[in-house]
């Protein structure tokens, strides 16, 4: 059982003692392979690449705003250009129907003008 009464103690203070050497011997290794030195190199080399990647984030969000503001105003005016279509087809279809009207007239004024024309009336006399 060795010199502890309690195994589990003795397996506690040996992972423990064991746990301290070894962070203690780490850091001292660390120190000696010029950890905090290394670090510092390491952050001042980063911290460029790292405001460079911040910079292009930041004009990449910048065109995406430009984008949305693009793509409002193109909607915005696809929504009046779907206004001015739809007035236009209104305006064509009454223009059209006006047309069929104009032209049923023109032919019932066709027909009696040649129904007059039968019966001996000289309609170029009207025009004067």
């Not at 301290?20 to 120190?31: L, S, T, V």
């Not at 790292?50 to 793509?71: F, H, M, P, Q």
Request: with cysteine.
């Amino acid at each position: 059982m060795g010199r502890f009464g309690n195994e589990y103690l003795a397996e506690s203070v040996g992972y423990n003692n064991g746990h301290a050497r070894g962070i203690a011997h780490g850091i001292e290794a660390g120190k000696q392979a010029g950890f905090t030195e290394g670090w510092n190199a390491a952050i001042t080399e980063c911290n460029p690449m790292i405001e460079e990647r911040d910079r292009e984030i930041e004009r990449l969000s910048g065109e995406i705003r430009k984008g949305n503001a693009y793509i409002k105003e193109l909607r915005a005016n696809l929504e009046k250009a779907q206004h001015v279509s739809e007035l236009y087809h209104t305006e064509r279809d009454e223009f059209v129907e006006r047309h069929a009207q104009e032209k049923a007239k023109r032919e019932r004024l066709q027909y009696l003008v040649n129904l007059a024309r039968e019966h001996g009336v000289n309609v170029e006399a009207f025009d004067k």
